[in-house]
């Protein structure tokens, strides 16, 4: 199996966002824009530059297995897990369907919400063509529950930053459900914002996951720093949080 060469700097780049690798996982914090798995676009996926980084690191000359255990929109960062082995794929799937891994999510969001924490429950429609979801009626044909848990961190004139806690994995449905409410998502052109990023990004950062070692069976908690440039926004709204992300 060939992989294309990566350059020093993409090397550096991948080696620099590895938040958690064994011989079992590879967790790597995702940037905005990156794709985790192929589509129609064509476009390079991170998980086939992945293969090729490891093949290179490694000096591996067969094929690289890394399974993708589940996807983040192409807009959305933060950290994304990866199976090294057949059987870790297999189990960290089953740990997605049965809800064993805790995901945690930071939003940056025009406004404020009414209340500074709630759980969010709304049935969603998802229309196909427009690649976006709705809320709707739960005896609407399609119409599917999301669940989430949001608590308000801190607050700015113009922005809120808020880390959700998803409680199920339906089709945009942190990004609806703010929405819905009057936050919606800087950035999210899609959802309500009133204008995007200069980065084409939107400012939802899959912030903190954790979940039992699919082999190892040990407590894993994983933290991914903001890498986009609204971290920055986040710094000036809350240091503490922060902090560990701007060293």
């Given at each position: 199996m060939e992989y294309r060469n990566l350059t020093e700097n993409e090397i550096l780049g991948f080696k620099s966002r590895i938040l958690f690798e064994d011989n079992h996982l590879l967790i790597v914090n995702k940037l905005s824009g990156e794709i985790v798995q192929g589509d129609k676009t064509g476009d390079e996926c991170l998980a086939e530059a992945l293969k090729a980084y490891i093949a290179q690191r490694d000096k591996k000359a067969g094929k690289v297995f890394l399974g993708v255990t589940h996807r983040l929109d192409r807009p959305v960062s933060g950290a994304c897990i990866f199976a090294k082995t057949s059987k870790a794929l297999e189990r960290m799937n089953a740990l997605f369907r049965d809800g064993e891994v805790?995901?945690?999510?930071?939003?940056?969001?025009?406004?404020?919400?009414?209340?500074?924490?709630?759980?969010?429950?709304?049935?969603?429609?998802?229309?196909?063509?427009?690649?976006?979801?709705?809320?709707?009626?739960?005896?609407?044909?399609?119409?599917?529950?999301?669940?989430?848990?949001?608590?308000?961190?801190?607050?700015?004139?113009?922005?809120?930053?808020?880390?959700?806690?998803?409680?199920?994995?339906?089709?945009?449905?942190?990004?609806?459900?703010?929405?819905?409410?009057g936050c919606p998502i800087k950035g999210d052109l899609k959802y309500g914002a009133p204008r995007s990023n200069r980065d084409g990004g939107i400012c939802l950062h899959s912030r903190r996951i954790s979940f039992i070692h699919p082999v190892k069976k040990e407590n894993l908690e994983i933290t991914a720093p903001i890498l986009s440039a609204w971290g920055k926004i986040v710094c000036e709204l809350t240091q503490n949080e922060c902090r560990e992300d701007n060293p």
């Open positions: 805790h995901k945690f999510y930071w939003a940056l969001c025009q406004g404020k919400p009414t209340t500074e924490n709630a759980l969010l429950e709304n049935y969603l429609n998802r229309n196909e063509k427009q690649n976006k979801s709705y809320v709707c009626k739960q005896n609407s044909e399609g119409a599917k529950l999301a669940r989430l848990r949001y608590k308000v961190l801190a607050e700015g004139l113009n922005y809120s930053l808020l880390e959700v806690e998803l409680l199920s994995g339906r089709h945009h449905q942190i990004r609806c459900q703010l929405s819905h409410i």
